[in-house]
């Protein structure tokens, strides 16, 4: 799993590590407002549950 924390969202998606490719489209989150571990770990998590 790629995930990539920007300002204005965070993006992720499974990844094939041998080819270096995307295996999915990314799903993309909003940055949560309070960038706190808690809500950011959320976040995160939103992202793996989308790909399950």
Do not use: C, Q
Not at 27 to 32: G, H, I, K, L, N
């Amino acid at each position: 799993m790629g995930i990539d924390i920007g300002r204005s969202a965070l993006k992720g998606a499974p990844v094939d590590l041998d080819k270096g490719e995307l295996i999915e489209a990314a799903f993309r989150v909003e940055t949560p407002k309070k960038w706190r571990p808690p809500e950011m770990a959320e976040a995160v998590a939103e992202i793996v549950r989308h790909f399950k």
